[in-house]
């Protein structure tokens, strides 16, 4: 008995479609869950203060500064080594087995788990080199653990870049640094940003590799070696300790919409470098 | 002004790329020095392949944490892989273009959401609904899998998406032209043409959940035993590093690095298997 | 009639194999040199070695010298950039620089030191003059120049060249993509630049090169089958192959 290709074809768009509602359903359900417990919370009071009792009431006001300047300092550290690292793989150097080897190995460290960059930075950041908890710690395993990703963004970028306007630049007259300035970078420059800014995304939620290098402070910190405690760490502790659901469902809800800002700012920003383009 | 010439930007190069290539060097060396030496100290059989993990009495057999991560991962692949091939068969062949350039950076969005966030949830809304009828704790491998295979599918969505959009479209118009109907034009052409793409983004999905941690403490109960049922308890590799490192000393924490080679490994292997599939494809064209 | 280029048993090397053979050839300046052949007779590889362009691919050697006023330009202490800065490039496709057409234009003069505003604008008008677009652009400079026509893309590049005030022009199939006005266009800037310049104009359209070239080089298989002046190869060729491909027998 063969069925008409038209029922089967009625009933794949009727699950195709059924899945896609559903994902979207799932999806849509988690984020008005968390704002929608979460927003009452939140207010210009429970941003600048500080928690008492162990976060049970009062703000958050010391883990937003730490999710600002763990992934910043990250970000300074990764951005510049992995744009130039990205350069000089792309145009300085033949493709080779080592360049094969190298894009191989970033790929496989942007996949590790960051569990394993936690595990790295505890051994070697806090107790071997004696940082102890601290923004330093954090910001040294973050910037480690975005590198990968950063090197392989950037090198993409670079790569994309239309092969004849390096050879119109050089035809000019320009050596290779100047047409890297001038011509390649600028172009790059949308995917390099793209990369950055997901970078920083990722940053912000990262709480294994967070938790265990830059501990759990609540207090404002005051030197590089300070502990300090990021929203998402702090969001975790809330939850599993039972200490407050209500202000559990705050920090997320603050968490969520700065991710989201983070996000939207980066499309944002490749679409206008797109559009001036030309 | 020339501060530094040609020769002297490239040695500059040079040295950065060459401290950036270094410090991701000195991590895997790092990792891999602290825990293998464990592993064959230990023994591999009874490493991998005990069932014991008790580091109180020296004993670090993590069997039930291998099973536990390949179940997990297996679980996440069965929802959200058929899930996310239809989202993105949907959003790339039957929707409007309008709708899919919508909801492709939508999905893609839902992507940068902190893992905590999905674990919560699990926590205070799969959690208790697994309970309720499926039985057991609620905390469970069941719940792991659900949650794990949520969070995977805005990576198997968009990447598949690229690639059914890469087909070209004198593929589809040819099948159609033929009479064929749409659907029919996707399972005999469409999807062969972009299988390697799609096999690409499920294995890269799957790497996202192996290194799972957060979510999975959350939801999966973390009990150390071989799981015979969905309902049951489990802890995963990821897991058991992050619930055992702040106290872990010693052979134990040697025990934990070595866990980490595992997992190390393993992301190689998948890996390998995703530059394969991705060179698949492109080398079709 | 001055002499421009010395090209003497010059040897061209890709991958290990011969792309021209034996290339003997001499070059006056103020003429516009045309190269004609079939696809693949390294008409390209030719134009691109005069300014070292082929260096950027790898694997690549060369024997024999080209002489440019009397000095070999694979010399050893020959400094490739500032050659470059002498000789100009068209290519083939019309490539702006994905910036505005001011820009396009002053890219290579600002790179060479050129920082006054009132001497970059005078050369932004002056170049863009010589290849006849200016009237066209002259409101309209910061728009993008990915936002012009084919045409007059490329008429952009020629300007942008020209920019650098170089000694030598050359041209890769200029007017390959571009309508009939277009290359009217381009072919009158250059009968006009010849008096200034020299100029090496590649193409695989012969009719282009018997309107414009002084003088024209036949090659084949990457050898220089023959060459002369653009009257004598088109009414009386000596080899039996230009002959052929003149009439339209192959390429």
Avoid at chain 1, 123 to 151: D, K, N, R
């Amino acid at each position: 008995m063969r069925i008409d290709p038209r029922h089967t074809q009625k009933a794949a768009v009727a699950i195709l479609a059924g899945a896609t509602v559903l994902v979207l359903l799932i999806l849509v359900f988690i984020i008005v869950f968390i704002l929608e417990k979460g927003l009452p919370v939140v207010n210009l009071q429970f941003l600048t203060t500080n928690p008492q009792e162990m976060g049970r009431s009062g703000g958050i006001f010391p883990t937003i500064i730490g999710t600002i300047i763990l992934p910043v300092v990250a970000l300074l550290i990764a951005t510049p080594l992995g744009v130039f690292t990205a350069v000089y793989l792309s145009e300085y150097t033949r493709e080779n087995t080592l360049t094969r080897i190298i894009r191989f190995g970033t790929d496989c460290l942007a996949g590790i788990p960051s569990i394993i960059f936690g595990l790295f930075g505890y051994i070697f950041f806090v107790i071997t080199l004696q940082m102890g908890w601290s923004i330093m710690a954090g910001s040294l395993t973050l910037a480690v653990m975005v590198l990968p990703t950063i090197i392989r963004t950037s090198e993409e970028a670079v790569r994309a870049v239309p092969k004849v306007y390096r050879e119109v630049s050089f035809s000019l007259g320009a050596s290779g640094w100047q047409t890297v300035r001038k011509v390649i970078l600028p172009n790059a420059l949308p995917g390099i940003v793209t990369g950055v800014m997901l970078s920083i995304g990722r940053s912000i939620g990262e709480t294994a590799a967070v938790i265990f290098t830059a501990g759990s402070s609540l207090r404002i910190p005051t030197s590089a070696f300070d502990s300090v405690r990021t929203m998402a760490v702090h969001f975790y502790l809330l939850a599993r300790e039972g200490i407050s659901q209500e202000n559990a469902y705050g920090t997320a809800a603050t968490l969520i919409i700065a991710v989201l800002i983070v996000n939207l700012t980066a499309y944002w920003i490749m679409n206008r470098f797109i559009a001036r383009r030309g | 002004m020339k501060l530094v010439g040609e020769k002297g930007v490239k040695r500059i190069l040079m040295a950065v790329a060459f401290s950036a290539i270094s410090a991701l060097l000195l991590i895997t060396l790092f990792i891999i020095n602290e825990g293998l030496p464990f592993i064959f100290k230990y023994g591999i059989k009874d490493f991998l392949f005990a069932s014991d993990w008790n580091p109180a009495q020296g004993k670090f057999g993590i069997f039930p944490m291998i099973a536990a991560s390949l179940w997990v991962t297996f679980g996440a692949m069965i929802i959200g892989a058929p899930l996310g091939v239809a989202v993105a068969l949907f959003l790339s062949e039957y929707a409007p273009r309008p709708l899919m350039k919508a909801v492709k950076p939508t999905i893609e969005l839902l992507a940068a959401i902190p893992s905590v966030v999905y674990g919560f949830i699990g926590v205070v809304v799969l959690a208790p609904f697994i309970r309720s009828y499926f039985g057991g704790p609620g905390l469970s491998l069941l719940a792991g899998c659900i949650i794990l295979g949520i969070m995977i599918l805005p990576t198997v969505i968009s990447i598949s998406i690229d690639s059914i959009m890469a087909v070209p479209r004198s593929y589809r118009e040819g099948s159609l032209a033929l009479g064929a109907t749409t659907w029919q034009t996707i399972h005999m052409v469409t999807i062969k043409a972009s299988k390697s793409g799609i096999i690409a983004s499920i294995i890269l999905g799957l790497g996202r959940a192996v290194g799972e941690t957060m979510a999975v403490i959350m939801v999966s109960g973390n009990s150390v035993n071989i799981p015979h049922a969905a309902t049951d308890s489990v802890r995963t590799l990821t897991a058991n590093i992050a619930l055992e490192m702040s106290y872990a000393t010693g052979m134990h924490r040697e025990a934990l690095f070595a866990t980490g080679v595992v997992l190390f490994i393993g992301i190689i292997i998948l890996n390998s298997f995703a530059s394969v599939a991705l060179r698949k494809r492109t080398a079709k064209r | 009639m001055r002499i421009k280029f010395q090209i003497k048993n010059f040897y061209f090397f890709y991958n290990g194999s011969p792309v021209l053979k034996d290339i003997n050839l001499e070059i006056n300046a103020g003429e516009i040199l045309g190269v004609i052949g079939p696809a693949g007779s390294g008409k390209t590889t030719f134009l691109r070695s005069l300014n070292r362009m082929n260096e950027l691919e790898t694997d690549t050697r060369t024997e024999g010298t080209i002489l440019m006023d009397g000095q070999n330009i694979y010399g050893k202490d020959v400094d490739v950039v500032s050659l470059r800065k002498k000789i100009g490039m068209v290519f083939a496709m019309p490539v702006p620089l994905p910036m505005s057409i001011y820009e396009n234009v002053v890219y290579g003069p600002r790179l060479s030191g050129i920082k006054n505003k009132a001497e970059l604008d005078h050369l932004v008008e002056k170049s863009l003059t010589e290849a006849f677009i200016w009237d066209e652009v002259k409101d309209r400079l910061k728009l993008s120049g990915l936002r012009l026509s084919g045409g007059q893309q490329q008429r952009l590049c020629l300007a942008r060249t020209l920019a650098m005030r170089p000694e030598v022009i050359l041209l890769d199939e200029p007017s390959s993509g571009l309508d009939p006005i277009s290359t009217a266009k381009i072919e009158d800037a250059l009968t006009l630049l010849k008096k200034e310049y020299t100029i090496i104009l590649v193409t695989n359209n012969t009719k282009q090169a018997a309107r414009v070239a002084d003088r024209t080089a036949f090659f084949l298989m990457g050898e220089m089958v023959e060459e002369g002046t653009t009257s004598q190869i088109f009414t009386a060729p000596r080899k039996k192959e230009t002959h052929d491909y003149i009439t339209g027998r192959f390429g």
